[in-house]
């Protein structure tokens, strides 16, 4: 078995130029490919579906940042783009065992079931408002920018009581934060200042609770223990991010996906696939988070014939896993939205950490597409699909704009 710390890494893109490529490139190096990210910090990634379900449930693996040995030598510096998304700060997030129990419990007395499904004629109203916003028969539209990113956001700020005024400053801070191309001096400022916004909004939510998640995370308890103001303040921050990313992506992606397969299209607006369908072969196919960054070993841990070394680190690389032909067979790298194994994917993760907010993204993508091509069943790309561009973001499947062509007529 090899450790990998001689081995040729993989680099990962950090324009994110061919991602389907260094997908197939990091499936191909095996279950476990040695990478690098960009900085030039070495990790391994799990590449594959039955492997990452092992290691995402594995106790060696830790969200511990002190147990990772470049930290630990200090060869990781404060000003790293991606150090917001490796440490940020106390949440359920970056603890495990009984610390991750109690935070997770603690969120999902306010994140209930019941919440989600509250936001449905919240998220109705507000798709109808920004659908009614687009010209009809449009030269060319960018409905990322229209329509996939300001719903997911608005329902987010809705849902965790975060003023609208504040959207803005969010998406700035929101795309420095994500990306591996701001500048190294205005990394720190950022993580800074959205701490303080997301602190601003506890503290406001404290004075004066309401009914909102923020306020519902201050007030719950568990046998007399609540979340501190720091946890709020990082579980705050996290789900505002993971809550409207994941979403923006997911909506844009499908869109994509059905423009550039007809014959997928014309089955679900004819009814005979449902939008569900649309929505887990999107996820498992074009995944809107293509890694996920870190777990740290506590001991050795040995996968195939290599070894994730006591103090390595490991990201889960979904945009691999997803097209992984020992889960969906030979037809992996097809869209094909009548695939029996669709929602045999794992895009919101596997195990402890497994996404709080997976059912809210479905619910959202469920009531906007659905409404989307009904409004415009002719909708189609403005560009040829090789011209859409990703952003420098190697977490997220991020396009730049997804420029349309809106028709109310059918294609």
Same mark, same amino acid.
């Given at each position: 078995?090899?450790?990998?710390?001689?081995?040729?890494?993989?680099?990962?893109?950090?324009?994110?130029?061919?991602?389907?490529?260094?997908?197939?490139?990091?499936?191909?190096?095996?279950?476990?490919?040695?990478?690098?990210?960009?900085?030039?910090?070495?990790?391994?990634?799990?590449?594959?579906?039955?492997?990452?379900?092992?290691?995402?449930?594995?106790?060696?693996?830790?969200?511990?940042?002190?147990?990772?040995?470049?930290?630990?030598?200090?060869?990781?510096?404060?000003?790293?783009?991606?150090?917001?998304?490796?440490?940020?700060?106390?949440?359920?997030?970056?603890?495990?065992?009984?610390?991750?129990?109690?935070?997770?419990?603690?969120?999902?007395?306010?994140?209930?079931?019941?919440?989600?499904?509250?936001?449905?004629?919240? !998220?109705?109203?507000?798709?109808?408002?920004?659908?009614?916003?687009?010209?009809?028969?449009?030269?060319?539209?960018?409905?990322?920018?229209?329509?996939?990113?300001?719903?997911?956001?608005?329902?987010?700020?809705?849902?965790?009581? !975060?003023?609208?005024?504040?959207?803005?400053?969010?998406?700035?801070?929101?795309?420095?934060?994500?990306?591996?191309?701001?500048?190294?001096?205005?990394?720190?400022?950022?993580?800074?200042?959205?701490?303080?916004?997301?602190?601003?909004?506890?503290?406001?939510?404290?004075?004066?609770?309401?009914?909102?998640?923020?306020?519902?995370?201050?007030?719950?308890?568990?046998?007399?223990?609540?979340?501190?103001?720091?946890?709020?303040?990082?579980?705050?921050?996290?789900?505002?991010?993971?809550?409207?990313?994941?979403?923006?992506?997911?909506?844009?992606?499908?869109?994509?996906?059905?423009?550039?397969?007809?014959?997928?299209?014309?089955?679900?607006?004819?009814?005979?696939?449902?939008?569900?369908?649309?929505?887990?072969?999107?996820?498992?196919?074009?995944?809107?988070?293509?890694?996920?960054? !870190?777990?740290?070993?506590?001991?050795?841990?040995?996968?195939?014939?290599?070894?994730?070394?006591?103090?390595?680190?490991?990201?889960?690389?979904?945009?691999?896993?997803?097209?992984?032909?020992?889960?969906?067979?030979?037809?992996?790298?097809?869209?094909?939205?009548?695939?029996?194994?669709?929602?045999?994917?794992?895009?919101?993760?596997?195990?402890?950490?497994?996404?709080?907010?997976?059912?809210?993204?479905?619910?959202?993508?469920?009531?906007?597409?659905?409404?989307?091509?009904?409004?415009?069943?002719?909708?189609?790309?403005?560009?040829?699909?090789?011209?859409?561009?990703?952003?420098?973001?190697?977490?997220?499947?991020?396009?730049?704009?997804?420029?349309?062509?809106?028709?109310?007529?059918?294609?």
């Amino acid at each position: 078995m090899t450790s990998g710390t001689e081995e040729l890494r993989i680099p990962l893109d950090p324009f994110v130029t061919d991602l389907d490529g260094e997908s197939a490139e990091l499936r191909a190096a095996g279950p476990l490919a040695p990478v690098e990210l960009p900085g030039g910090v070495p990790v391994w990634a799990v590449t594959r579906h039955a492997e990452a379900k092992a290691l995402l449930t594995d106790p060696r693996l830790v969200k511990d940042i002190n147990v990772w040995g470049a930290w630990q030598r200090g060869e990781i510096p404060p000003d790293w783009p991606l150090i917001g998304l490796v440490n940020p700060g106390r949440s359920m997030l970056t603890v495990d065992g009984a610390d991750h129990r109690r935070m997770r419990g603690l969120v999902a007395q306010a994140l209930t079931p019941r919440r989600v499904e509250a936001m449905r004629e919240r !998220i109705t109203e507000l798709t109808a408002r920004l659908l009614d916003r687009l010209p009809a028969d449009a030269d060319v539209v960018d409905l990322k920018a229209e329509f996939a990113y300001p719903l997911p956001m608005y329902v987010v700020a809705d849902l965790m009581g !975060i003023e609208e005024s504040r959207l803005p400053r969010l998406k700035v801070l929101f795309e420095k934060f994500f990306s591996t191309q701001t500048p190294p001096a205005e990394v720190v400022a950022t993580l800074v200042e959205l701490a303080g916004i997301m602190a601003e909004t506890v503290a406001a939510k404290r004075a004066e609770p309401g009914d909102d998640l923020t306020s519902a995370l201050v007030l719950a308890s568990e046998d007399g223990d609540r979340l501190t103001d720091e946890e709020i303040v990082s579980t705050l921050q996290l789900m505002v991010a993971a809550g409207h990313e994941t979403t923006i992506s997911l909506i844009v992606n499908a869109v994509v996906n059905l423009s550039t397969h007809p014959d997928q299209r014309a089955l679900v607006l004819s009814g005979a696939v449902d939008w569900s369908a649309v929505i887990e072969e999107t996820l498992r196919w074009s995944t809107p988070t293509s890694h996920v960054l !870190i777990r740290f070993a506590t001991e050795d841990v040995p996968v195939g014939d290599r070894v994730i070394s006591a103090g390595d680190a490991l990201i889960v690389s979904y945009g691999a896993i997803g097209r992984d032909e020992e889960a969906h067979g030979p037809s992996a790298g097809d869209f094909d939205i009548t695939r029996e194994t669709r929602t045999r994917h794992i895009s919101f993760g596997h195990g402890p950490h497994v996404c709080p907010g997976a059912a809210l993204s479905r619910l959202e993508a469920g009531v906007a597409l659905p409404a989307l091509y009904a409004r415009f069943p002719g909708l189609d790309l403005a560009v040829e699909p090789s011209a859409l561009r990703n952003k420098p973001v190697v977490t997220q499947n991020d396009l730049f704009e997804l420029p349309v062509r809106l028709t109310s007529t059918t294609a």
